[in-house]
């Protein structure tokens, strides 16, 4: 059971014999066991994402983070990743990725009529960022141990070419921070936000009456001295109270190392991290306040204090200073994770601090160490940091210990990195790799296979017929399994059609785009505006003169805009005339009704609305209060500006169930907030396809699609044979699908494409089958 990290989802069915028969028999066994397995259980994994929201692109890396935590979870000290949760993972029966080559978000919606089975069950949606070269070895964490003659001239192999070794450190949390080049100390200091940010004791800050300032006010320059600082804490009536203080200088002397008796009684000694006995204090008399004075007499008046998590010693120490850096926060990981003292004083400085044989901490040991990795850091610069790669050595670090303890052998030719000090850029573990570490069995299938030397090499004669087949053989054996698939070598030939995107283009143009009119000749193009705006943001609003009497253009920034528009004020008197509404007449909009009311139907709309109508003065804060009497609100979802960062005068809304949905329409009908009536209806784009409908919208120098009639043109042949594969490969999937058991993690990726003519962005998919229909909570 992938993920199961107990021992029993490692062990699998009796080899088959190679025949049909074996095969079934061996499938047969895999089923009644894991069978047998879940209903002795209760729960059902469940799948959550935050992915309503604007910021909907994911990583490769952050796919990569899903499927490692979905197949060895907790039991293997893997977190969870940090733009989702799974919860009850060790309950998964197995993990499938299915990968649809050379293929894109723009596809997805462009034959999204098509794709009839995968957006009716798959609830998660995400971006990805436009395919790399090695994008499926991405998935699985390989692509940079593999040596060859092109390491010398900075270059490493991957499935199709060479990349730049460093070309994945301008996703790395501390590029993205600092940038690249060095830089002095001063840029290394907590800023103001981020003391306040990280609880750091500030003059005037609640709780903070009484401390004491360092009175270190001159201003700090790059050559202003470091100082190391820690203190150990033991557990007293009062919370937790500082009974040791060190303190060393820039060449590391210790100036400080003061045992301290604190005030209130103290009910845990903690000897095991703070090295603190009763024996130790007894005959203490040193206080608080006269740690106090002698560290506002040792340090000079541009003192900058080093220390990791420093904030909880200036609070224990009651102090106030201005200027300090964190190590805990200068080695920036993801989502606030943070790396440990013990952990980077191995990996960065190669020094073991803390170890099991000595009674609790050192704090002069560990406010050198402290001391030592901020110097590191400014001497060498963020991007010599960046490429230690510190997370996969944590990661790699983790595996070998999870291997020791379980005694696991490591099957011939598995590349996972035994030494923290082996070469850092060649040192990432591959994903299937650590799945053999755990005794798990990973399975590849498609066009592209992993040979004998970790490359991935591609079979154009295999049919997506012969892929099923075998996938539909062996997922079963497997726990986990990437499975491929693409539209054919003649589709990957022509690449994409011409004007294909435009296609594209012109289309959500024309469906967001309405006409309405007749108008007198006089009217008011204000107050048409001003109306027309109540249904949602517009892009632009043009006046049609070539008519008998003038019309108004007028072209929404969302879907649900234009669709209430047309709804709501065909046939309504607006500036004095009673005008219709409707979209333009083309070829591509003739199915415009059908794609309104699939889109309203997909299983990712299931209990969303979108409310428009609001005042672009309220603030998120006001529409949280405004909307949280709605019975079953989840999720509020404010759209902004992708230039400005302002919000628009409308929101989405998502509920726990489709019927609080459907109630908060009939509420919200009536309301009105701050004296602006709202609009509303079910919502038709989720975040992600906001953001590419906008994207899309904005790239394009000129409008289009802005005619009322248009002459009609059949598919091409290419096209409607285009259609046809997509169809089937909608169905190929279905199949799979229906294969797969019961609480599977089930992920569907369109890589995106990416060449020298255009880059399209990628597309995720993903649920966990039969868990209400797919995945969600």
């Not at 069950?121 to 040596?147: C, I, M, W």
């Not at 169905?731 to 880059?759: A, D």
């Amino acid at each position: 059971m992938a993920g199961s990290g107990c021992g029993n989802a490692c062990k699998r069915p009796a080899e088959a014999d190679g025949t049909a028969e074996g095969l079934e028999a061996a499938r047969k066994r895999s089923r009644t066991e894991r069978g047998g397995r879940h209903k002795a259980k209760e729960k059902s994994s469940r799948l959550s994402a935050a992915l309503f929201g604007e910021d909907c692109e994911i990583s490769h890396d952050q796919v990569y983070e899903l499927l490692k935590y979905a197949a060895l979870g907790k039991c293997y000290n893997v977190t969870q990743p940090s733009w989702c949760r799974i919860y009850h993972q060790s309950h998964l029966a197995g993990v499938v990725v299915i990968v649809l080559h050379e293929m894109s978000q723009l596809h997805f919606y462009k034959f999204y009529l098509q794709f009839k089975h995968l957006r009716k069950v798959f609830q998660h949606r995400f971006t990805l960022p436009p395919s790399s070269a090695s994008f499926l070895a991405n998935l699985y964490g390989e692509g940079a141990d593999v040596k060859t003659q092109n390491n010398a001239q900075g270059l490493i192999s991957t499935s199709s070419g060479c990349i730049p070794k460093n070309s994945d450190l301008q996703c790395d949390p501390i590029i993205r921070k600092y940038g690249e080049s060095k830089q002095g100390l001063t840029r290394y200091i907590l800023t103001v936000e981020e003391l306040k940010k990280n609880d750091y004791p500030m003059k005037g800050s609640p709780g903070c009456k009484g401390y004491v300032h360092t009175e270190c006010d001159q201003q700090r320059t790059d050559s202003s001295p470091l100082f190391g600082l820690d203190c150990e804490m033991c557990l007293t009536a009062r919370g937790n109270e500082v009974t040791r203080v060190s303190l060393v200088d820039a060449q590391g002397q210790c100036l400080l190392n003061e045992l301290v008796k604190p005030e209130s009684t103290i009910v845990n000694y903690r000897t095991r991290f703070s090295g603190i006995t009763r024996k130790m204090l007894l005959p203490v008399k040193t206080r608080l306040p006269d740690i106090q004075s002698r560290l506002k007499k040792i340090l000079p008046h541009d003192a900058v204090l080093v220390g990791h998590s420093l904030n909880a010693d200036l609070q224990a120490l009651e102090m106030i200073h201005p200027s300090v850096i964190d190590t805990s926060l200068l080695f920036a990981r993801n989502e606030g994770r943070r790396f440990k003292l013990k952990f980077l004083a191995k990996a960065v400085l190669g020094k073991e601090i803390q170890c099991d044989q000595n009674l609790g901490h050192d704090p002069t040991e560990d406010a050198r160490a402290a001391l030592e990795l901020a110097q590191f850091f400014i001497e060498q610069g963020p991007a010599k940091v960046a490429e230690l790669n510190l997370e996969m050595l944590l990661t790699t670090e983790r595996l070998t210990e999870v291997s020791q303890n379980k005694s696991a052998l490591q099957p011939q030719g598995c590349r996972v990195q035994k030494q923290l000090n082996d070469p850092p850029h060649l040192s990432k573990p591959c994903f299937l790799d650590c799945l053999q570490v755990t005794g798990q069995k990973p399975l590849l299938l498609g066009r592209q296979e992993v040979d004998s030397s970790g490359l991935c090499q591609s079979n154009l004669s295999t049919s997506n017929k012969q892929i099923l087949q075998r996938a539909l053989e062996d997922v079963p054996l497997s726990t986990f399994s990437i499975v491929q698939f693409s539209l054919g070598p003649e589709y990957i030939a022509s690449h994409l059609p011409a004007g294909f995107c435009e296609k594209v283009r012109s289309k959500l143009t024309d469906m967001l785009t309405i006409y309405a009119g007749p108008f007198e000749e006089s009217f008011c193009l204000k107050s048409v505006k001003k109306e027309f705006g109540k249904c949602g943001p517009i892009q632009s609003l043009t006046v049609v003169t070539e008519t008998y009497q003038p019309y108004v253009c007028i072209q929404y920034e969302v879907l649900e805009a234009a669709q209430l528009a047309v709804e709501s004020l065909d046939g309504a008197k607006v500036a004095g005339s009673c005008i219709k509404v409707q979209r333009p007449v083309t070829a591509a909009m003739l199915d415009c009704d059908v794609l309104i009311q699939e889109l309203e139907q997909d299983i990712e709309n299931e209990g969303v609305i979108y409310v428009a109508g609001l005042k672009k003065s309220l603030s998120e804060t006001d529409l949280q209060e405004e909307f949280s009497h709605l019975e079953g609100l989840e999720t509020l979802f404010l759209p902004k500006d992708l230039q400005s960062g302002r919000h628009r005068n409308c929101c989405f809304l998502k509920f726990q169930t489709s019927q609080s949905a459907v109630d908060a329409l009939e509420v919200i009908s009536s309301w009105a907030v701050k004296g602006s009536k709202l609009r509303s209806r079910k919502a038709l784009a989720s975040g992600h396809l906001w953001r590419w409908i906008w994207q899309m919208n904005h790239s394009s120098g000129k409008q289009v699609g802005n005619s009322l009639c248009e002459k009609t043109v059949p598919l091409s042949d290419s096209e409607q044979d285009l259609r046809k594969k997509v169809k089937k490969l909608d169905q190929i999937i279905k199949k799979l699908y229906r294969s797969l058991q019961k609480n599977t993690l089930c992920v569907v990726l369109f890589p995106g494409t990416n060449s020298i003519h255009e880059s399209q962005s990628g597309l995720g998919l993903m649920g966990i089958k039969d868990n209400g229909g797919s995945s969600a909570c």
